[in-house]
């Protein structure tokens, strides 16, 4: 079935560093690709998306690529805050007409 | 704008019972899909509903079941509730399937 691959699982940087977080999925008809920031004790919040028709989007200091060919996805983050610590899903909406997301990453920014 | 509201928030029940868990979405929004979040299992695909009808189903025991209204509030219920079910269950909306979709803050179970 339908797989999203992440990693790494747990990812710590030093604040003002770069953190990229990388996602593989197996159904080529995926065209949605949104990235999910869960903070404790709350819900995922919808931070950044891309949809097949676009290679690269920008939010200013989050970005996503895309590279169909290879089924890869990233989510670039830069000059980290500590604020930025929480958990980060990625996901996938393809031929199977749902959501199916990556199992997560932990991010830890240290000041 | 509101977001999406999910009552309650903390439920503990006892093994063998039920429990019927709320979802209010953005107003607008006509697509509710439900997920179970657990450690070990990450987030799993429950169902979705749209336009009170029942779209798409994961991969849950029967014993996992919804239901859309005409306000597009949705419900879910667990009968025969089990240890395994403890996990936080998280309802999305979207303004249609396959766009952006926002989740509340989750219902916590425990089954004791």
């Known amino acids: 079935g339908e797989n999203v691959e992440q990693h790494p699982s747990t990812l710590s940087v030093q604040e003002g560093d770069s953190a990229v977080i990388k996602c593989t999925y197996s159904?080529?008809?995926?065209?949605?690709f949104p990235w999910y920031k869960q903070e404790l004790g709350k819900g995922p919040q919808l931070i950044i998306d891309?949809?097949?028709?676009?290679g690269e989007k920008k939010d200013q200091r989050i970005a996503v690529t895309l590279n169909k060919t290879a089924k890869h996805f990233s989510l670039h983050i830069t000059e980290t805050q500590p604020e930025d610590s929480a958990v980060y899903f990625c996901?996938?909406?393809?031929?199977?007409?749902?959501?199916?997301f990556g199992t997560g990453t932990r991010l830890q920014v240290f000041p | 704008k509101a977001g999406v509201t999910q009552t309650p928030r903390y439920l503990i029940k006892t093994r063998g019972q039920q429990v019927t868990l709320s979802c209010s979405p953005i107003?607008?929004?006509?697509?509710v899909s439900w997920y179970q979040q657990t450690p070990g299992q990450g987030l799993q695909f429950l169902f979705e509903?749209?336009?009170?009808?029942?779209?798409n189903k994961g991969n849950f025991p029967g014993r996992f079941s919804g239901r859309q209204f005409s306000n597009s509030r949705s419900e879910m219920n667990v009968s025969t509730l089990e240890l395994g079910d403890s996990a936080l269950y998280l309802c999305?909306?979207?303004?249609?399937?396959?766009?952006?979709?926002?989740f509340g803050q989750g219902t916590r179970l425990t089954v004791v």
């Open positions: 999305a909306s979207s303004l249609n399937p396959a766009k952006e979709a926002f």
């Open positions: 159904d080529s008809a995926s065209n949605y």
């Open positions: 891309i949809r097949s028709n676009v």
């Open positions: 996901a996938a909406w393809g031929d199977t007409d749902k959501l199916i």
């Open positions: 107003s607008g929004h006509r697509s």
């Open positions: 509903y749209f336009s009170e009808t029942q779209r």
